[in-house]
């Protein structure tokens, strides 16, 4: 399903806006990332793995990264597939591939590497794609909970900003409004392999995302959303690897 997701938004984006800096760099991060998972997932686990999530990492970098330079679609499709590999607990990967190689790309290359964001305007249309397919998607795999946890903590961290900063409402609203935004909701801090086994547990995620996020848009921190979602959710999963781990341990001395 969440290949139908980034499919839709990347057909309605190139439709309504042209959004994409050529189709020979999405092509780029599809091949890169497709072929990564192909050649490491055989040499890690002595299998040829299932390349459906490569092929959806590769279409969100395609659509997330904005560049003259062709290196930033190569490097971060590597980073992507990499991170599934060599940070890794018992129970699979840390980071959301995409989240990740976009959060080192913009950190380490701003001069370079943009993301995708003002491009799509805030077309409603756009908007409305996004929401009826992410809803659907979010819906089937039980995560719609965590998607509104976000939603509702930021609109209430946007008028604590306001209140704060002096900032219009509006204004610190007005990001989450746009169709990239809506990726990151219905997309990457929904992904069910990076979030955790409990519905508490990922609520109280999101909204550590969400409090992450607000405290790096005070100190006007660019692409705060993609930073904060890089630091909490690694940390929520070893947090919780952690405690499972301990508790196993008590059970067994007991």
């Given at each position: 399903m969440p290949l139908i997701l980034i499919a839709a938004i990347l057909l309605a984006a190139e439709l309504a806006f042209g959004i994409l800096e050529s189709l020979s760099r999405l092509v780029l991060c599809l091949t890169v990332c497709m072929a990564a998972e192909a050649f490491i997932g055989r040499w890690a686990l002595g299998k040829w793995p299932n390349l459906i999530s490569a092929y959806i990492t590769g279409q969100s970098l395609g659509i997330l990264i904005r560049s003259l330079a062709w290196w930033p679609y190569i490097v971060g499709?590597?980073?992507?597939?990499?991170?599934?590999?060599v940070v890794r607990t018992s129970r699979g990967h840390l980071w959301n591939p995409s989240n990740l190689a976009i959060s080192i790309l913009l950190f380490t290359a701003p001069n370079t590497v943009n993301a995708l964001s003002w491009q799509w305007t805030n077309s409603w249309t756009a908007v409305a794609v996004i929401w009826v397919v992410g809803l659907a998607i979010v819906w089937r795999v039980k995560r719609f909970h965590v998607c509104a946890a976000y939603i509702?903590?930021?609109?209430?961290?946007?008028?604590m900003r306001t209140w704060m900063s002096g900032v219009p409402l509006l204004a610190e609203v007005a990001p989450i409004t746009g169709p990239m935004y809506q990726l990151f909701i219905f997309f990457m801090i929904t992904d069910p392999p990076t979030t955790l086994s409990s519905r508490r547990g990922r609520i109280v995620t999101a909204v550590a995302v969400a409090l992450l996020e607000a405290v790096l848009r005070l100190l006007e921190v660019v692409h705060a959303p993609f930073y904060a979602l890089t630091i909490v959710g690694p940390s929520a999963l070893l947090i919780e690897s952690w405690l499972m781990g301990r508790s196993e341990i008590q059970k067994e001395r007991a």
């Open positions: 499709s590597l980073i992507a597939i990499l991170s599934k590999y509702l903590a930021f609109l209430i961290l946007a008028a």
